[in-house]
């Protein structure tokens, strides 16, 4: 492992010998993959994580979009997840077996040797099963699985059905029929099934924070992850000059989170909107922005938000609220992200499932039945969600950007993907992608 101080090359015993630090300049390590169990990340993997994540260290995350991004990196790390690699294993596990079973037992007949195939084709039908449906995986890798075990079905059909044929045994042509069959039919019905699976996190929360906490001690601070929001109560004097001035856009965020994430990104800058949460941040300008934005005509707002029960909520919130936009003729586009939106991915996001998300959804969809479609109903009540977070600072940016873009003339028929839905009395402007 190279030390990121100095750049040398450090082999365990190295590391070992000098405590943990690097042999040229003693520079301490903060990862030692060999004591980490499956989950082996070292100090030149991290480094290239923050600056990957943060786009050569030019742009701002938070610490939940570093959770996301690292656990997605050791997922593709670890995992073997091409039809390729399967079938390869397949094919050299059965000649090294059957090679070494015919030396062991060189008066083996061709009948026996039938059942060892037959057997280590079982037990892959079955490891490829278990991993087309695992949630530690990526949707990809659980794809390949599935479209491995139609194609490890068929080798089985032809090889078994060759080999009982040869050896005149109807009983073995059932099997290699059955288990062949059986293979394609779990193949094809994983891969119509993988929108409906969960994923969960390999590594916590807490973990990754004395990993950045151990990281900060030895290697200074990481200047491009942002701190908790901050409740800034008291309110700021704004100019009278600046205050009598407005925006084109609002981009009303459901977190205060991902509002800090735009704004100190210059993301208000570069398209002349305001930025904030639904929660009020910032707080310490959260009504002179409010009141600024409304002094627009043509204001158009986007509302950005998780795929949640309480996220769809937000965009019901901005559009009949007092506080908000209430009996008003604002343009409200809903960015996303939606049930829809996650269901027209094919199983493309990072989608979670836990009882306390099923139970918060029940209250919060009370007032939403009317607007939402069955579908997305039974995909909010079983407790599914995909939270902004997952995806990476410029990705969520490009997102918004062409949110803007698109409804820069919403009266127009330009080819933009927006269309009208009802809201209890009200309309607002959804999509049915997600950038």
Request: glycine share 6%.
């Amino acid at each position: 492992m190279k030390c990121v101080r100095c750049g040398i090359d450090n082999t365990l015993k190295d590391r070992t010998g000098n405590y943990g630090a690097c042999k040229s300049c003693h520079h301490p390590f903060v990862f030692e993959p060999t004591q980490m169990g499956t989950t082996k990340i070292t100090d030149p993997m991290f480094v290239k994580i923050i600056a990957d994540l943060s786009v050569n260290n030019t742009l701002f995350f938070t610490p939940k979009q570093l959770l996301y991004f690292l656990d997605g990196r050791l997922r593709r790390k670890n995992a073997v997840g091409t039809k390729a690699a399967w079938i390869a294993s397949y094919g050299i596990l059965n000649f090294i077996l059957i090679l070494i079973f015919s030396n062991a037992f060189p008066f083996a007949g061709s009948d026996t040797f039938f059942w060892v195939g037959l057997i280590i084709s079982a037990f892959f039908v079955f490891a490829i099963f278990r991993t087309s449906k695992s949630e530690k995986l990526t949707t990809k890798i659980r794809r390949n699985a599935s479209e491995s075990l139609s194609i490890l079905g068929a080798i089985v059909l032809i090889l078994g059905v060759g080999a009982s044929i040869f050896l005149e045994s109807f009983f073995q042509f059932t099997l290699s029929i059955s288990l062949g069959l059986f293979a394609i039919y779990l193949g094809f019905r994983q891969a119509d099934r993988q929108q409906e699976f969960t994923q969960k996190l390999i590594i916590q929360f807490e973990q990754l924070q004395d990993w950045l906490h151990r990281w900060q001690q030895i290697n200074g601070s990481v200047v491009q992850l942002l701190p908790s929001p901050r409740e800034q109560l008291a309110p700021v004097e704004v100019n009278p000059e600046v205050s009598a001035y407005s925006f084109d856009h609002l981009v009303v965020c459901e977190k205060a989170t991902i509002a800090q994430l735009l704004i100190k990104n210059n993301f208000h800058f570069e398209h002349n909107c305001a930025i904030l949460s639904i929660t009020g941040y910032p707080e310490n300008i959260f009504e002179t922005t409010l009141e600024m934005v409304r002094r627009n005509p043509d204001l158009k707002v986007y509302v950005f938000h998780d795929c949640s029960a309480q996220g769809i909520r937000v965009v019901h919130q901005v559009k009949h609220s007092p506080q908000w936009f209430q009996n008003s003729d604002v343009a409200i586009v809903d960015v996303g992200l939606s049930p829809q939106q996650v269901i027209a991915s094919k199983g493309g996001l990072f989608v979670q499932r836990s009882p306390e998300a099923a139970q918060q959804a029940k209250p919060q969809l009370a007032e939403l039945r009317s607007s939402l479609l069955a579908a997305d109903l039974d995909w909010l009540e079983a407790g599914n969600f995909v939270e902004l977070e997952s995806f990476t600072p410029q990705k969520l940016m490009q997102v918004l950007h062409r949110s803007i873009s698109d409804t820069r003339e919403l009266d127009s028929e330009s080819g933009s993907d927006l269309f009208f839905v009802g809201d209890s009395g009200g309309y607002f402007y959804t999509s049915e992608s997600f950038g």
